[in-house]
């Protein structure tokens, strides 16, 4: 597809890396000829210097005959106008805009059709209801639901007293009494597909598929409940901060945000009122101590700056909090932070740009394409939901003789509402949502990618 990218800030950069790599035609537009530059040497796109909400501009980029454009600039309201813009030019184009002003929440979903908008992203929002989903089951380091809701893959890291440290793969339904899939292992940065006889070592992170109904089951049986949350801190007023407080607030957590902006305590104050708004440092180890770390049950460390949030979340996981989330604002410091003892990572942009890049594989159309995908595992894997249709091949043939493309693991079929996590004899037919994780380079674009002949 013909895409065009206005604005190259990080999120901008991602979606230009993702998209360059699946094939796609893009050009950028942005007023920084430097920054451009530097993207038309790295990838093989377009660049086009000037305003994205500017006709003239958009004609160069050769909007009217684009399948797609993607609007990332720092301002809400010259995002809405590029797409108005661009719409005005072409009818057929469709069009997202990163909107991330919380007083626009209401108005740009009530105006979508005026405002010519295919989808909007709000990657604080995104981050907040991540925190949100990780706080309700602390145990786990990601969750990502599938199959309506059904099925769920969690990352879960080895620490040295679990029960599956030095395990074999094959004993772990007998740890977990319950059913699950390994779908794939994190280990030292590389990905890992499991056979029965791999044995888990501490500091691995796998991502196993299970039932929804069984989470409660599988952390109570691997030892990750500690203690129910009910105390948090919050480092950081900023966006995220207010629209997860807006969430926390609704399920009656005892919430403490600690924000250095005197300006900003008041705002938060003047919204939430069953909240504490501390105004101080919360890089600060005497602010944190004054305000009782040690006894919080979760601390969120999101303030602006990656190095300060990793601190902060280091301090409190060596108090040995039982959930700690640290907020990364540039996603390429995931690796240099998946060893370090900082909990949970959030990255906004890299949730904004998975949303983005399913949109785009949605809009492909192609018969057994994939409903969702989401990024696991560093972005070195990615789990993608199918519906099984009359081109699916293999429908009705057990497993077993069937012989999928390396690097792929079926993790769960979903026959209606009921759930079946697959053996040699299990088969697909017509209308189950097969959900598949894939290792490596390869691209799945479709279910029929997945099997090797």
Do not use: W
Not at 57 to 80: F, W
Not at 281 to 294: F, K, N, Q, T, W
């Amino acid at each position: 597809m013909d895409i065009v990218i206005a604005g190259s800030g990080k999120l901008g950069t991602m979606l230009t890396q993702k998209l360059a790599a699946e094939g796609h035609s893009i050009t950028i537009i942005d007023t920084n000829i430097t920054v451009t530059a530097e993207l038309m040497e790295e990838y093989d796109i377009m660049t086009v210097e000037g305003n994205c909400a500017s006709m003239e501009t958009l004609r160069n980029a050769g909007i009217e005959k684009a399948d797609l454009l993607i609007v990332t600039t720092g301002s809400d309201e010259l995002n809405l106008l590029a797409c108005m813009t661009a719409h005005s030019m072409n009818k057929k184009i469709h069009t997202i805009a990163r909107i991330r002003t919380p007083e626009y929440m209401e108005s740009t979903y009530a105006l979508r059709k005026p405002l010519a908008l295919s989808l909007t992203v709000n990657p604080e929002r995104h981050a907040a209801r991540e925190i949100g989903r990780l706080l309700k089951y602390p145990g786990f380091i990601k969750r990502e639901k599938f199959a309506n809701g059904l099925i769920e893959i969690v990352g879960i890291r080895i620490d040295a007293d679990s029960p599956l440290c030095g395990q074999p793969l094959r004993k772990l339904p007998h740890i977990a009494h319950c059913q699950v899939v390994v779908c794939t292992v994190l280990r030292d940065g590389d990905t890992i597909t499991p056979d029965g006889e791999f044995i888990f070592e501490e500091g691995d992170v796998i991502y196993v598929t299970a039932s929804s109904e069984n989470l409660n089951t599988l952390l109570k049986n691997l030892g990750l409940i500690k203690r129910k949350i009910k105390n948090i801190i919050i480092a950081g007023g900023g966006r995220i901060c207010f629209y997860l407080t807006r969430l926390l607030e609704k399920d009656n957590f005892n919430v403490k945000i600690i924000e250095r902006d005197l300006a900003r305590c008041e705002e938060l104050a003047d919204h939430f009122h069953n909240v504490t708004i501390i105004h101080g440092d919360a890089s600060s180890i005497h602010v944190l101590e004054r305000e009782g770390i040690e006894s919080c049950d979760a601390l969120i460390s999101m303030t602006g700056m990656d190095e300060q949030n990793a601190v902060i979340s280091i301090y409190g996981s060596s108090l040995q909090i039982p959930k700690v989330i640290t907020k990364l604002g540039r996603a390429e410091h995931v690796q240099i932070y998946d060893n370090l003892p900082v909990g949970s990572l959030v990255s906004p942009k890299e949730l904004s740009c998975n949303t983005i890049v399913r949109y785009v594989r949605a809009m492909q159309n192609q018969v057994g394409s994939a409903i969702t995908v989401h990024s696991i595992a560093e972005g070195k894997a990615e789990a993608i939901e199918f519906i099984v249709d009359e081109n699916t091949k293999h429908c009705n043939t057990p497993l077993k003789d069937i012989k999928l493309t390396d690097g792929v693991v079926l993790a769960s079929i979903t026959h209606g509402r009921m759930i079946e996590f697959p053996n040699g004899d299990s088969v697909f037919n017509h209308a189950d949502r097969i959900v598949v994780v894939k290792s490596g380079d390869k691209l799945i674009h479709q279910l029929n990618d997945i099997f090797a002949g």
